[in-house]
């Protein structure tokens, strides 16, 4: 339920700072007195990082990267001092060098934790037959000052020469998830901070294995780039090529890697000489008998249940048919975009999941409540929302969701609906180091628009901006494209970099061609459904977490607004309440399969973003606006460039491809011009 607030004189005070302020029954300041977080702040500010022990965990054990992340959110929280190397997508070193400030890679890992082990008080053991008891550790290790360690570590960290006690012994203690979160729940959630949330799965980090055996073959393969299952049929394959050893084993995967669609399967039925061995359908435990590696494959269970594999992931199933069998068969009801394989040898299995240490520093710095609950498993969920209702409105929730794009959804909403929006943060490495960093640039200043004139304009927005850790990842990437600055393009960004990571924040401002411009990612100052967000505290978080957009500059949102995983438009008020609070000259409503500009409420400009995931699509969809464009008024076209399979060279030979009737521009510019060809008056 959600947390009511009576109408008083005191109760409006409460209101009034409500966003960013500590709920009533919380610690008034659960963190060490260097850690900064006044009520009007989002997130909190760690002490000035002014020089890093570093430590390579890149390749070490799971165990390790935890007790790293742990020891490094407790050393932090007095003083950044500790920065891991834990990825190396945009460069290990890359956003380290950009701090400037000095630095030392240890070349053994062992050392940074015996140069601080007088800063711990002790060991939180995990059991990991219970893979959640890692997250009541790591909220019992920011509770007590400690670290937390696998059993196989804690022998060595007892003895000399780190000498550290056993605090908590986790194992049997918990007989479930739900065991686990429940007690964690009773016990530990009125001592945690209630500023914050922590989403992070107990054991994400997968060791992929790469290629197949020689027997694998292609034997189904969806060539063009379906995105709305009308490819859905059941598929009748002939396996008896794969005969000859004991098993056959069937592969699925995306046949278009890292667009953001991807292929599903709902019902598999095997046959051997004609009699059905196998039958299934996904999320079932007959599922489970059949199901090799699932490689963090999502399950959908509504509707009938599908498995969904995406972005490079793949699932496969083993089938033993009976000795002497000479033909097997397998019919396949899926769609999209799929790309089966089969063979007969035993494929490298990529499930040896093991614990992880993205966010954890953060999460212990800051004495926040670790858990992974499932918004579409009836217990789970009824936990989760007891947690929710628990904290003020604008709390953020730090992470992400389980069951990844269904997760997302139900999550999302979920969390919206309490007043919660989302930071997807559980890839971030360094959140401690980089909450040490301050802003030294300003917002960039504003540039002229062009004359309006009878075009066709068009304006691209890279996806994704919402989420923290793209910020630090694949934003670097594709910043770092040569070509980018010789197309406007709109980049989605988190305004709330501004006090998680400053450091972030200043190198994509200072870099800033004047064709790129700063965007709120969904839906501004966090990810969350608009419609789904109560009504009477809706205006006052708005007008709250709009000083991130201004400082920021970046006064254009982008919005995503679902209900029930379905893209809606947004209601009246909640437009009128970002026309009246964030001042928006407009704002981006993304959609998939849709573009197109409405005046809401009489004021405020709309425009509905397609995405895209090629540069062939925006082409696509240019060429049709021109053919149905009449040419005697302008046209405004938005489209949104998938983050994952688009660059800044694909938008520049797309724009060099069409012609003189088309302009691309910035979102400030599109929605000046929109206004100003629909009588609407301007917008600083």
């Known amino acids: 339920m959600i947390r009511k607030l009576t109408i008083s004189c005191l109760a409006l005070i409460c209101t009034l700072s409500f966003s960013f302020g500590a709920t009533a029954d919380t610690v008034s300041n659960p963190q060490a007195d260097s850690v900064s977080w006044p009520e009007q702040q989002a997130l ?8 890093l022990e570093v430590a390579d965990i890149y390749d070490a054990p799971g165990d390790i990267k935890l007790l790293l992340a742990t020891l490094q959110g407790i050393v932090n929280r007095a003083e950044p001092r500790i920065y891991l190397l834990e990825n190396k997508e945009e460069g ?16 053994n890992y062992w050392d940074i934790v015996k140069s601080f082990k007088n800063e711990i008080k002790g060991i939180i053991v995990y059991d990991p037959k219970i893979p959640d008891s890692i997250n009541v550790a790591t909220t019992l290790a920011g509770l007590k000052d400690a670290v937390v360690a696998s059993p196989v570590l804690a022998p060595k960290l007892t003895a000399a020469p780190y000498n550290l006690k056993v605090l908590e012994d986790l194992q049997g203690k918990f007989k479930d998830r739900m065991d686990a979160y429940t007690w964690q729940y009773d016990n530990l959630w009125k001592q945690t901070t209630h500023r914050m949330l922590i ?10 294995p790469s290629g197949l055996p020689a027997s694998f073959k292609v034997v189904a393969e969806e060539k063009t780039q379906e995105r709305d299952a009308n490819n859905r049929k059941v598929y009748d394959i002939d396996l008896t090529s794969s005969l000859g050893k004991e098993s056959v084993y069937l592969r699925f995967e995306d046949s278009f890697p890292q667009d953001g669609w991807g292929s599903a399967v709902h019902e598999v039925i095997v046959k051997a000489d004609g009699q059905t061995i196998a039958q299934f359908v996904p999320g079932t435990p007959e599922e489970e008998t059949y199901l090799y590696d699932r490689q963090s494959s999502q399950l959908s269970t ?8 995406d972005n490079g992931r793949y699932f496969v199933y083993k089938f033993t048919p009976p000795a002497g069998t000479k033909q097997l068969t397998v019919s396949v009801d899926m769609w999209n975009q799929f790309k089966v394989y089969a063979g007969n040898e035993q494929p490298p299995s990529s499930e040896q999941r093991e614990p992880y240490g993205y966010l954890r520093d953060y999460a212990v710095a800051n004495k926040a409540m670790v858990f992974w609950l499932e918004a579409n498993v009836p217990e789970q969920k009824a936990l989760f929302e007891k947690i929710l209702s628990d904290v003020n409105p604008g ?3 730090l992470g992400w969701f389980s069951n990844d794009v269904e997760g997302e959804f139900s999550g999302v909403e979920m969390a919206s609906s309490h007043g919660v929006y989302v930071l997807a943060a559980d890839w971030f490495s360094n959140l401690t180091v980089f909450s040490g960093t301050k802003v030294k640039s300003s917002a960039p200043k504003a540039v002229k628009p062009p004359k309006l004139e009878n075009k066709i304009y068009v304006t691209y927005t890279f996806s994704e901006g919402d989420n923290f850790q793209y910020n630090q990842h694949r934003m670097r990437i594709l910043w770092d494209d040569p070509n980018r600055g010789k197309v406007p393009i709109n980049w989605t960004s988190s305004p709330l970099l501004y006090d998680g990571a400053p450091a972030i924040l200043d190198y994509f401002r200072n870099t800033a061609t004047e064709n790129d411009l700063l965007i709120a990612g969904p839906s501004g100052a966090g990810y969350f459904n608009p419609n789904a967000w ?16 201004k400082k920021t500059g970046m006064t254009v949102p982008y919005v995503l607004n679902r209900i029930d995983g379905e893209n809606v438009a947004l209601s009246e008020s909640k437009a009128a309440a970002y026309q009246k609070e964030y001042n928006a000259p407009g704002l981006f409503l993304s959609w998939e399969n849709r573009y197109g500009v409405e005046i809401l409420n009489g004021e405020l400009p709309v425009s509905t973003i397609q995405g895209i995931s090629t540069a062939q699509d925006g082409k696509n969809i240019l060429a049709e606006a021109k053919a149905k464009w009449d040419g005697k008024s302008p046209l405004f ?7 994952w399979s688009m660059t800044p060279s694909d938008v520049v ?13 910035r979102a400030d510019h599109y929605f000046s011009l929109i206004r100003e060809a629909n009588g609407l008056p301007s917008k600083p």
């Open 653 to 665: 030979a797309m724009t060099e491809s069409l012609g003189p009737e088309y302009q691309a521009v």
């Open 199 to 208: 989403g992070l799965s107990p054991d994400t980090s997968v060791r992929i």
């Open 534 to 549: 109560p009504e009477n505290s809706f205006s006052d978080f708005l007008k709250h977490s709009y000083s991130y957009l």
């Open 302 to 309: 509504g509707s009938g249940g599908h498995r969904f594999a």
């Open 92 to 107: 290990k070193f890359t956003w380290l060098n950009d701090l400037n400030v000095p630095y030392k890679v240890r070349d």
């Open 637 to 643: 076209v938005s489209l949104g460039l998938l983050a």
């Open 395 to 397: 709390t953020p929730y």
């Open 44 to 51: 909190p500010s760690f002490a000035e990082t002014k020089s």
